[in-house]
């Protein structure tokens, strides 16, 4: 795999604080400056030790933001310019890794139930991207005070919830301006997909949260929601 191929700047990140968590040395010039002051001939120096490490640099690979749904998504972001964001399950980062590149300075709370998922964004974190913060937690659990995010977004999430209610009014109660949601629009054999939300679900679940200002739209095999909340609505 090539390194064109890869977010450079988060894998090299993720290099630099897989190092510090495992205690590994690194030379001065690279472990030592802001990741934005980094070299691109710096950054491939950092890759070529996560490769010889192991670190699986594969995780980091471009395209995503090319998916219909993540476009869609970073499209009305950068509309309404958020000032914070909370993800729910971030997961691999399909939708987190275009945000972070897109939106350089907005401070983004990521919320995961895995905690193998959390460690490598927190890795992340450690390497120099600290405006990311990676917490395992569950959103329909999550003690936290309300209106503490302008935008939630929660993307192929809660097709996965057992109590999808408890979420979508959580997500409600946090954000200050906007939550975002896509889910599948159709049936599939994934086993993990508990629900198929549809925009009747949808309408019913948010509008017990409290919202009814929402908008759908979609793309091929996916429902899309911008629910607008307090001011926004």
Same mark, same amino acid.
């Given at each position: 795999? !090539?390194?064109?191929?890869?977010?450079?700047?988060?894998?090299?990140?993720?290099? !630099?604080?897989?190092?510090?968590?495992?205690?590994?040395?690194?030379?001065?010039?690279?472990?030592?400056?802001? +990741?934005?002051?980094?070299?691109?001939? &710096?950054?491939?120096?950092?890759?070529?030790?996560?490769?010889? /490490?192991?670190?699986?640099?594969?995780?980091?690979?471009?395209?995503?933001?090319?998916?219909?749904?993540?476009?869609?998504?970073?499209?009305?972001?950068?509309?309404?310019?958020?000032?914070?964001? +909370?993800?729910?399950?971030?997961? !691999?980062?399909?939708?987190?890794?275009?945000?972070?590149?897109?939106?350089?300075?907005?401070?983004?709370?990521?919320?995961?139930?895995?905690?193998?998922?959390?460690?490598?964004?927190?890795?992340? !974190?450690?390497?120099?991207? &600290?405006?990311?913060?990676?917490?395992?937690?569950?959103?329909?659990? /999550?003690?936290?005070?309300?209106?503490?995010?302008?935008?939630?977004?929660?993307?192929?999430?809660?097709?996965?919830?057992?109590?999808?209610?408890?979420?979508?009014?959580?997500?409600?109660?946090?954000?200050?301006?906007?939550?975002?949601?896509?889910?599948?629009?159709?049936?599939?054999? *994934?086993?993990?997909?508990?629900?198929?939300?549809?925009?009747?679900?949808?309408?019913? +679940?948010?509008? *017990?949260?409290?919202?009814?200002?929402?908008?759908?739209?979609?793309?091929?095999?996916?429902?899309?929601?911008?629910?607008?909340?307090?001011?926004?609505?």
């Amino acid at each position: 795999m !090539r390194y064109t191929e890869l977010y450079r700047s988060l894998a090299a990140a993720a290099v !630099r604080g897989c190092a510090a968590r495992e205690g590994r040395s690194l030379p001065p010039q690279l472990g030592e400056p802001p +990741l934005g002051a980094l070299t691109e001939e &710096d950054i491939t120096a950092l890759l070529d030790l996560g490769r010889a /490490w192991g670190v699986k640099l594969y995780r980091f690979k471009r395209g995503h933001k090319d998916m219909p749904r993540v476009k869609q998504i970073l499209g009305f972001l950068r509309g309404v310019q958020p000032e914070s964001l +909370l993800d729910v399950g971030s997961g !691999r980062g399909v939708f987190l890794f275009p945000f972070l590149e897109a939106f350089p300075a907005v401070p983004v709370t990521s919320l995961d139930l895995l905690d193998y998922r959390v460690a490598f964004l927190e890795d992340i !974190r450690l390497g120099g991207v &600290d405006r990311l913060t990676a917490l395992r937690a569950d959103i329909c659990a /999550w003690p936290v005070q309300e209106k503490i995010a302008d935008v939630v977004t929660m993307l192929e999430v809660l097709e996965h919830i057992p109590d999808v209610q408890a979420a979508v009014t959580a997500a409600v109660r946090i954000a200050r301006r906007y939550v975002a949601v896509t889910v599948p629009s159709k049936e599939d054999d *994934n086993p993990e997909h508990i629900h198929l939300l549809t925009k009747q679900v949808l309408t019913e +679940l948010f509008r *017990n949260a409290g919202c009814d200002r929402l908008h759908f739209g979609g793309v091929p095999g996916h429902l899309i929601l911008i629910a607008a909340i307090g001011e926004e609505a």
